[in-house]
């Protein structure tokens, strides 16, 4: 056979054996698909908790994601909790899932999985994972949306150096490491983390499309809420008091509990500002609910009870926790969201819903994706008291003008979502590899 033909057919059987390549205008509006004969095989590492629905809503918006974007793809989920019917709600929606616990169930997976995916959250939270793959099978691993905190969420004091520098080595052996707000990646970058891919990736749940549509409807008919005719508020104090979650088993941090009760005013008077003048200025009214178990009280205290009694008329208090699929369920009715959460402002904007974000140093950096999607002038840092004197206008605007509010949402949406397509296309060219 002449060299020629030789190169022919070599060229011919490497094609075969490849992943598809997909064109940058194919990526523009459709999914992604493989014809392999075996399809690729991910362990997603994620669900960190059931206590705040925007834990819960990290996996099934990455499930959702692959779903849409890599439909052949076979993916197993690793979770640390699947309790209060979470683990059902994630079956229904995603019939071909496998959930995987026992040791025996993750031995198998570890055997059988190319790829560990670790998901969004607050931190590299299951870090001891990510490194017991790495040292048990050899095999590649990325991480989906994650924030990299200069201190952690959950305490009072800086990360301790070599605690970072041990997440930075990990960040640095992975395929991938996407970031969801700017600052994790500049400090990433500036602490030497060397992963050859380290980029923008948004939170895993903005594609979050749970829905309980029967539950919020009735909720809705019950506090007398018309489609489009309210705003949902969110309160949040600056520390999640988890030692009033009993599954938590958490003894008070008397340091939070005192920045808390420090901050509780300060960090809700302009939301009721902006109750008082959307309720006297439009027809809209408003629904205080929560995003953890935690933030029922903290609502009724903060918000509801201190209002005068004509806008309370018009103001609905949810005493009660919820789960994703309603909470979503409700918010795509409403004209928007303003409050001191992150997440459910994340599910609003992956239904195009306009919402704002207000945060402090407490926080981490997380609340920058708000900027970062261009949505800086529905971001408010509250430790900046030239942003808490703006809020109560910018969340008059949105009650004022929905349509104006909800372009805007739209656009924010459609630039998450082509980066979504672009981060699953950079999955697959990892597990090419």
Not at 292 to 318: H, N, Y
Request: charged fraction near 25%; hydrophobic fraction near 40%; proline fraction near 6%.
């Amino acid at each position: 056979m002449q060299r020629r033909q030789i190169l022919k057919h070599l060229t011919a059987a490497a094609a075969a054996c490849a992943w598809p390549t997909v064109t940058a205008s194919a990526w523009a509006g459709t999914s992604v698909a493989t014809q392999a004969a075996t399809p690729p095989k991910i362990l997603l590492r994620s669900s960190w908790q059931t206590v705040n629905i925007g834990d819960i809503a990290h996996t099934p918006g990455v499930l959702a994601i692959l779903e849409r974007e890599w439909p052949d793809a076979e993916v197993r989920l690793w979770p640390s909790r699947v309790d209060n019917g979470v683990r059902e709600i994630l079956l229904s929606r995603f019939p071909k899932l496998t959930i995987v616990q026992s040791s025996k169930e993750v031995s198998q997976a570890f055997k059988e999985c190319d790829f560990l995916l670790h998901g969004s959250g607050p931190s590299l939270v299951a870090e001891k994972d990510v490194v017991r793959w790495k040292t048990e099978t050899q095999k590649p691993y990325g991480i989906y949306g994650i924030t990299l905190p200069a201190q952690s969420s959950t305490s009072t004091t800086p990360t301790p150096e070599a605690a970072m520098q041990a997440t930075i080595a990990v960040l640095s052996g992975a395929s991938f490491v996407f970031f969801r707000d700017s600052v994790s990646l500049q400090l990433a970058k500036s602490l030497g983390c060397s992963s050859p891919i380290m980029e923008f990736g948004p939170d895993g749940a903005f594609a979050t499309d749970l829905r309980d549509d029967t539950r919020a409807l009735q909720f809705m008919k019950t506090n007398g809420l018309e489609k489009g005719k309210f705003l949902c508020c969110i309160p949040r104090l600056r520390y999640t008091p988890y030692w009033l979650v009993p599954e938590k088993n958490t003894p008070r941090d008397e340091n939070k509990y005192a920045r808390n009760e420090a901050m509780k005013e300060h960090d809700h008077a302009p939301h009721r500002a902006a109750i008082e003048r959307i309720v006297r200025e439009t027809d809209m009214k408003i629904l205080i609910c929560p995003e953890d178990k935690t933030q029922m009280a903290v609502g009724k205290e903060m918000l509801f009870d201190k209002l005068p009694s004509d806008i309370q008329k018009r103001c609905v208090w949810r005493s009660d926790y919820w789960l994703p699929g309603e909470a979503i369920s409700t918010y795509i009715r409403s004209a928007g969201l303003f409050g001191n959460e992150m997440h459910s402002p994340i599910m609003c904007m992956g239904h195009a819903i306009p919402a704002i974000v207000c945060r402090w140093a407490e926080q981490t950096s997380k609340g920058i994706m708000w900027k970062d999607i261009g949505l800086q002038d529905w971001l408010f840092d509250f430790d900046n008291e030239a942003d808490v004197q703006r809020l109560p206008d910018t969340a008059f605007a949105i009650a004022k003008d929905p349509a104006a509010a909800k372009a805007t949402a739209s656009a924010a949406r459609d630039r998450v979502k082509k980066r979504q397509r672009e981060t699953i296309r950079i999955l697959q060219k990892a597990m090419k590899k």
